[in-house]
């Protein structure tokens, strides 16, 4: 079975642009968390996606957003992006159960730098 | 004071060494998830437990519950052991992950 993909792996923004990164999580996972890693603030909760709807949101600004499609890839946007969205992005497939409950498994990351 | 608190930062290691990564968290839990996250980013789930032990291969993880504290203990360690070992805790009413900083692994040969 295919592991969980991200693309784009490597981004170059400016101040002030929008991104959009892609999920693609295992098949038959119908569960996508997204999670923003710096090296001040380490892992962070961004969202959680599940058949379609933001099932959990973290603490993170309105700019952040995403969504999910019927085939349970995952799709986040970042709008007028500041120096501080400088991070790597990741995203974790589960079946669509609780964390409590279930592994997750983690795609390689985009790392997103702005300039 | 983070609600998941790792210990040490840190850890340098002689190959075939023991090694110990403590992690103690505020908040009450239902689950715990280890992590390990190589050089380049990606982060592969070790394990995910809610009481006792669990072990895998030179990997041995613990929970008390009661104790809000959680190690993870790596046997005869190998230089390919290098890496960034994150806990992570599943919440009682929420199912939002929240992470501890990390403890930087470094095993010499």
């Known amino acids: 079975k295919a592991g969980v993909t991200q693309t784009p792996r490597y981004l170059i923004k400016t101040r002030g642009q929008q991104v959009t990164l892609s999920c693609s999580p295992i098949?038959?996972?119908?569960?996508v968390s997204w999670y923003q890693q710096t090296p001040g603030q380490g892992l962070q909760f961004l969202f959680e996606?599940?058949?379609?709807?933001?099932?959990n949101k973290g603490n993170f600004p309105g700019r952040f957003s995403g969504r999910q499609f019927s085939n349970s890839r995952s799709e986040m946007n970042v709008s007028t992006l500041e120096l501080g969205d400088s991070a790597l992005y990741l995203c974790?497939?589960?079946?669509?159960?609780?964390?409590?409950?279930?592994?997750?498994?983690f795609g390689p990351g985009t790392r997103l730098l702005v300039l | 004071k983070n609600e998941v608190e790792q210990s040490p930062q840190n850890l340098t290691a002689q190959e075939g060494e023991f090694i110990t990564i403590n992690c103690s968290y505020s908040?009450?839990?239902?689950?715990l998830h280890w992590l390990q996250q190589h050089p380049g980013g990606g982060i592969v789930s070790l394990f995910m437990?809610?009481?006792g032990k669990k072990k895998h291969g030179r990997l041995i993880a613990t929970i008390n519950i009661q104790e809000k504290h959680s190690s993870l203990h790596i046997t005869a360690s190998h230089p390919r052991d290098s890496a960034v070992y994150i806990c992570?805790?599943?919440?009682?009413?929420?199912?939002?992950?929240?992470f501890g900083t990390g403890t930087r692994l470094q095993v010499f040969p």
């Open positions: 974790a497939s589960s079946l669509g159960g609780s964390k409590r409950r279930e592994t997750q498994y």
């Open positions: 996606y599940f058949s379609e709807t933001q099932r």
């Open positions: 992570a805790a599943a919440g009682v009413n929420t199912d939002k992950l929240i």
């Open positions: 437990l809610s009481s």
């Open positions: 098949s038959g996972h119908r569960s």
């Open positions: 908040v009450g839990i239902s689950a």
